[in-house]
């Protein structure tokens, strides 16, 4: 999505250890316009899908989340990073290795936001080692609901979550893929 490639571009801070920070517009703060056009988007490539449910994580995920579920007509279901490990029976688990803060988190959703007849679309900020979706995945499993697919805003293509979660057989659409990022800032972009 050529809007969102231009605004990386435009924002774009390159960290060492391959990440990339755009606080200005997604990461800290959020640009509304922005969000809604990468929305339509999704709508666009998922809008056949019967989607019920649209599910990502706190707290990235939520911004672009929001417009999604109102592209489709549906509520947002976010995943909560757990802060006890004594989870009651009322809720959904999985565990997911945290990229940015390289530490194992347990993140949960409540069993009575998600259940069998449920077609989920799942939707998050960036995919770099796939850590985040794969909890995500496990939690819309372990409910017996659907995974209608994912649309992430920014795959970290140089990274393996992408490869691995289709390789599972799930689609996954990414409205910017970055296949590689040196140092000294510069961004290629897979052609899409
Ligand atoms: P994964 O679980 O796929 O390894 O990483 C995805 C999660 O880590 C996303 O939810 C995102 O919050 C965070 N993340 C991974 N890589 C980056 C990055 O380069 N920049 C930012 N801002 N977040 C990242």
């Known amino acids: 999505m050529k809007l969102l490639e231009d605004r990386i571009e435009k924002d774009k ?43 990502t994580i706190e707290a990235s995920g939520i911004g672009i989340a929001v417009p999604c579920a109102e592209e489709f007509g549906v509520s947002v279901l976010f995943a909560k990073k757990a802060k006890t490990a004594n989870l009651s029976d009322e809720v959904y688990t999985a565990d997911v290795f945290s990229y940015t803060h390289k530490t194992q988190n347990k993140i949960f959703v409540s069993k009575q936001y998600l259940n069998e007849s449920d077609r989920v679309l799942i939707v998050d900020d960036f995919l770099a080692n796939g850590q985040a979706l794969l909890g995500l995945i496990d939690l819309v499993r372990a409910a ?10 920014v795959e ?23 296949d590689e990022m040196k140092e000294d800032g510069t961004l290629s972009f897979r052609k899409q």
């Open 13 to 55: 801070v390159v960290l060492p250890g391959g990440v990339l920070k755009v606080d200005s517009f997604l990461n800290h703060q959020i640009d509304p316009v922005l969000m809604r056009e990468m929305a339509r988007e999704f709508y666009r490539l998922y809008k056949d899908e019967g989607v019920t449910k649209v599910l």
């Open 144 to 153: 017996g609901a659907t995974v209608v697919g994912a649309g992430i805003a």
């Open 156 to 178: 970290k293509g140089f990274q393996n979550g992408g490869k691995i979660v289709r390789k599972m057989g799930i689609r996954v659409e990414s409205l910017a893929i970055v």
